[in-house]
């Protein structure tokens, strides 16, 4: 069965850059079925789509954030990661890694979310 | 970018009740439509896939309904786990996203 296991700082400076991995396991993340993708979702309130990668290295942003945010990919790690720079408050949030199954364009399993609180 | 509007927003239910969740969309999705469950502290949950497929291992209770714009949950006989914030999502196209979310509360 396969698993997400988010990794990171619960903690960010204003102005720096949040960095958060997400490490796959019971599965290879170079299966061509899935895309690999990042949500956030801000204390109480609803879900944002940040972007996804392929194991090609392909990816591709929510417009919103695209400036700020850089998704990748270490196929010899199972992982992929996410950058997003330029912090400010109002990204402060639970950051879930999550698995898209391209054809039918569902996202599952998620991972167990990081919350990230941007503070000096 | 597509909108997605939930209703209700919250609503509160007993043990054994027929729930209905209903999800709008600002544009035809045909039927690019997910249903996710949330409980709190907890990562969301597919439950429902293009419209209508059940996740594997989700309940049959549960089921999804609609197309082009106006999709719908029911949940037939609502059990003590089912009491959690419900999520719709359109992935028709990019950016894909999620409507406000529908809480349901024991009554």
């Known amino acids: 069965q396969l698993q997400l296991q988010q990794s990171g700082p619960g903690l960010v400076k204003p102005s720096e850059t949040l960095s958060l991995t997400c490490s796959v396991s019971?599965?290879?993340?170079?299966?061509?079925?899935?895309?690999w993708e990042w949500i956030r979702q801000p204390p109480g309130k609803g879900l944002e789509w940040i972007g996804g990668?392929?194991?090609?290295?392909?990816?591709y942003y929510n417009p919103s954030l695209k400036s700020r945010v850089s998704i990748s990919v270490d196929t010899s790690k199972n992982q992929f990661s996410l950058k997003l720079i330029s912090v400010t408050a109002a990204d402060a949030a639970v950051y879930y890694c999550?698995?898209?199954?391209?054809?039918?364009?569902?996202?599952?399993?998620w991972g167990q979310g990081t919350l990230v609180t941007v503070s000096s | 970018d597509i909108q997605m509007t939930q209703s209700p927003s919250s609503l509160s239910a007993s043990v054994g009740d027929r729930v209905t969740i209903t999800c709008r969309a600002s544009?035809?999705?045909?039927?690019?439509l997910n249903w996710y469950q949330q409980r709190p502290g907890r990562a969301p949950k597919l439950l429902i896939y293009g419209t209508s497929s059940l996740q594997s291992g989700v309940p049959s209770r549960f089921r999804g309904s609609g197309s082009g714009t106006d999709f719908t949950l029911t949940i037939s006989s609502l059990q003590p786990e089912d009491f959690a914030i419900y999520y719709c999502?359109?992935?028709?196209?990019?950016?894909?996203?999620f409507g406000g979310g529908t809480k349901v509360e024991i009554k």
């Open positions: 999502q359109q992935t028709y196209s990019t950016p894909t996203a």
């Open positions: 544009q035809s999705i045909s039927s690019y």
């Open positions: 999550a698995r898209k199954n391209q054809p039918l364009r569902w996202f599952d399993p």
């Open positions: 019971g599965g290879s993340i170079r299966n061509r079925t899935y895309y």
């Open positions: 990668v392929y194991f090609t290295g392909s990816t």
